[in-house]
């Protein structure tokens, strides 16, 4: 079996499964996908029943030739063509086995179907009907584009896009929106968001907390400054005994609501064109074409 390059495919029990495997009672329904996109093969569980990489226990693992995936009783032995040649050679020099990862919002959004995703953002409006019908969250997105929901569209594609690339994301445009026509205060809140993209410390979390809150949490700035702060390790207050983990939506919102406030600052090029604009530097980012840190 072949799964596609540029294509999310999950693998299962269930038929509805890209690639189903009836015959196999210890698989999942849905069990696991791969993410075949930007010259490599990430291997998302999800969650149902354990997966097995060279007979370790993975959550998510960037997939080599040759390793051995094995889901319930079901065995298979992984061929990549045209993978990028500098993993291979990360591969082969770090000892450590550890291989990163996707970003882990992304890495749960691989597994969700479009009715999902609109359940757990928490979409309205004509948002839950247009989600029955679609085969994707990218095409649930478009779907609600074209509605003239940008506010929501906007709020997939920053899930689907992840915690760290989908705040880059934000900063990209809001920076090519507004240059340094903002305040001191909104340039602060993007600066700590920017610096928070670079280097995802709960340091420099912190640091966009504070920017974020004498923002008041609004703005363009404000709103990156606070989801940089809610992709943090812990949103528990200091005096908390207790670390606090942030909901994984949180970020998208925030992200969602900046970008929504670059889309409608300008009234030309229309807003049809800037979200189009707005899409393709998402795709950019996730394929790996645009890099705004380094990883």
């Known amino acids: 079996m072949v799964a596609q390059h540029g294509l999310v495919t999950r693998f299962g029990q269930t038929e509805w499964a890209d690639f189903s495997f009836p015959l196999d009672s210890s698989m999942a329904e849905f069990h696991f996908a791969l993410d075949c996109r930007e010259k490599r093969c990430v291997l998302q569980s999800l969650g149902a029943a354990p997966t097995w990489v060279n007979a370790a226990e993975v959550s998510q693992q960037l997939l080599m030739p040759g390793d051995a995936i094995r889901a319930g009783e079901t065995e ?14 990360a591969a082969d ?9 996707t970003d882990p919002v992304a890495a749960i959004a691989i597994g969700m179907t479009a009715v999902e995703v609109c359940m757990r953002l928490e979409l309205e409006d004509d948002a839950p009907r247009l989600a029955r019908d679609c085969s994707s969250s990218l095409e649930l997105m478009q779907l609600l584009a074209a509605a003239g929901d940008y506010r929501q569209a906007l709020r997939v594609r920053a899930f689907t896009l992840g915690r760290r690339p989908g705040i880059a994301w934000g900063c990209h445009l809001v920076q090519e929106t507004f240059q340094d026509r903002i305040s001191d205060i909104q340039q602060a ?8 993209t670079h280097s995802p410390v709960q340091e420099n979390s912190l ?9 008041d ?9 606070a989801a940089a702060f809610w992709s943090g390790d812990n949103i528990a207050p200091a005096t908390s005994p207790q670390p606090v983990k942030p909901d994984d939506a949180l970020a998208s919102h925030a992200v969602a609501a900046a970008l929504a406030i670059a889309i409608y600052h300008h009234r030309t090029p229309p807003i049809e064109e800037q979200f189009k604009h707005y899409t393709m530097v998402a795709a950019a980012i996730e394929s790996g074409e645009l890099k705004l840190y380094d990883t």
């Not at 020099?93 to 990862?101: L, P």
């Not at 809140?189 to 928070?196: D, F, K, P, S």
């Not at 949490?217 to 400054?225: H, K, R, S, V």
């Open 207 to 215: 640091h966009a907390e504070a920017a974020a809150q004498r923002a």
């Open 189 to 196: 809140g993007l600066a700590a968001a920017v610096a928070w």
């Open 76 to 89: 298979f032995i992984v061929s990549i063509e045209g993978m990028d040649e500098s993993l291979l050679a």
């Open 217 to 225: 949490y609004e703005g363009p700035g404000g709103m990156l400054a």
């Open 93 to 101: 020099d770090d000892e450590s086995g550890d291989r990163g990862s």
